[in-house]
């Protein structure tokens, strides 16, 4: 029961242009969701996030939109540049039983973006 | 500032051995989860740790056990070791709150 899915498992781009990834997600109780950026042998760095009372959250070159109705939500980098190459997961989250805390992130598989010179 | 610290950085048991994974969390952080992450994949939450009690466990078996310290550090233990538990195991700390978990480097652990 995948609840959180990266359905392109890699994208290539050219620098300077823009890279579009995706995620779409099953469970209408989360609200809370995040985004990525995985180098090999490191741990995951956070990038951005969004609140589910929100539909938009920029920062830099980083935008994060979200479709509450179509349960799904994307991250735009513009302009792409080569050290953007990494793999990238969306994750989503919601306030545990208690409401006492959020501590479980439901992640996708990943999507690998390379950004070409 | 000092991020989220992982110890060891590699290690390798044998099957039906013991393991303790530790992590140390951002100063202020009262919060813990342990992720197992396997090739090809998305973390897999495993625990979580708040103000020293446990807040939420994974789907994983009982083999797994985890505690928090006073201090708010984390021990992530796993028994009788299986082949397939061969991974990357990630500590993330957070306030607890609806804000974003920032990750360890993991440890990588091998079993053969």
């Known amino acids: 029961d995948q609840q959180v899915k990266q359905n392109s498992p890699s994208l290539s781009v050219q620098e300077g242009r823009i890279s579009i990834l995706n995620c779409d997600y099953t469970n209408s109780m989360f609200d809370y969701f995040l985004w990525y950026k995985k180098y090999p042998a490191e741990g995951p760095t956070f990038l951005i996030s969004?609140?589910?009372?929100?539909d938009k959250n920029e920062d830099g070159r980083f935008t994060v939109f979200l479709n509450k109705s179509a349960k799904h939500l994307s991250l735009h980098i513009v302009p792409s540049q080569p050290g953007d190459s990494a793999v990238y997961f969306c994750?989503?989250?919601?306030?545990?039983?208690?409401?006492?805390?959020?501590?479980?992130?439901?992640f996708g598989q990943g999507t690998i973006l390379t950004v070409h010179p | 500032d000092a991020g989220v610290t992982q110890s060891p950085t590699h290690l390798i048991k044998t099957r039906g051995q013991q393991v303790t994974l530790r992590c140390s969390p951002i100063?202020?952080?009262?919060?813990v989860s342990w992720y197992q992450q396997v090739l090809g994949q998305g973390p897999q939450f495993i625990f979580q740790?708040?103000?020293?009690?446990?807040?939420g466990r994974g789907n994983f078996p009982d083999r797994f056990s985890a505690r928090q310290f006073p201090n708010y550090s984390s021990e992530l233990n796993v028994n009788a070791l299986l082949l397939g538990d061969s991974a990357l195991y990630l500590c993330?700390?957070?306030?607890?709150?609806?804000?974003?978990?920032?990750f360890g480097p993991g440890t990588r652990l091998l079993v053969l």
């Open positions: 100063s202020g952080h009262k919060s």
């Open positions: 969004i609140s589910s009372i929100k």
């Open positions: 994750a989503a989250s919601e306030a545990n039983a208690g409401g006492t805390s959020y501590g479980k992130l439901t």
């Open positions: 993330a700390s957070s306030s607890g709150g609806p804000g974003p978990q920032y």
């Open positions: 740790y708040y103000e020293k009690e446990e807040r």
